[in-house]
């Protein structure tokens, strides 16, 4: 199969974050299909939605897969399972998150999937970590990560810091 360019954004903020974080992204290269090609810099982040909750760690990666989009979602989900992830609360505290935010810039639009994330372009957390390592990769009609990570910044100035010394 072909291999594609597909991003995925990680988040934690219960246990050890920062290692909880650390340790998805070395598991990632253990996942048959996937090689993690960058790594953004850790970041500290507001909670989005459900706001009295810890703050949060975040990265995002690039990867090159010869996994179809379905099968790397899948394949997030059991990751996200085997590092402890419950699903208690929709945006609720959580021990790891794993999201395809996009794939090789295809549009997909089916049940359990949707790329690109509807909100990604929204969220400083997904963006500020893809600027730094991909400023000009463009999330579907919204315009490049570094341009939609400098708005969210104005905007919010303290949503995503990045992690003294963690410059990857």
């Known amino acids: ?20 974080v650390e340790a998805a992204m070395a598991a990632l290269n253990q996942v048959s299909g996937i090689r993690v090609k960058a790594i953004s810099p850790l970041y500290l982040t507001k909670p989005v939605g459900l706001t009295d909750q810890p ?15 379905q099968a790397l979602l899948h394949s997030m989900l059991e ?5 402890g992830r419950v699903r208690n609360v929709p945006n ?15 549009t997909i639009n089916e049940s359990d999937l ?12 997904v963006m500020a970590p893809l600027a730094a390592i991909a ?19 104005k905007a919010q100035p303290d ?9 990857n």
């Not at 990751?79 to 590092?83: D, G």
């Not at 000009?136 to 910044?153: D, E, F, M, N, R």
């Open 55 to 69: 703050d949060f760690v975040n990265a995002v990666v690039l990867v090159h897969t010869t996994l179809s989009a």
């Open 135 to 153: 400023p000009y990769y463009v999330i579907g009609t919204h315009g490049s990560a570094s341009t939609l990570a400098a708005k969210l910044l």
């Open 1 to 20: 199969m072909k291999t594609v360019t597909a991003v995925i954004a990680l988040g934690a903020n219960l246990g050890n974050p920062r290692k909880q």
């Open 79 to 83: 990751l996200e399972n085997k590092l």
């Open 159 to 167: 949503a995503a810091t990045i992690i003294e010394g963690d410059q």
């Open 92 to 106: 609720g505290p959580r021990m790891i998150d794993l999201d395809v935010i996009d794939y090789n810039h295809q």
């Open 114 to 125: 949707k790329l690109p994330h509807p909100s990604a372009h929204e969220r400083a957390f």
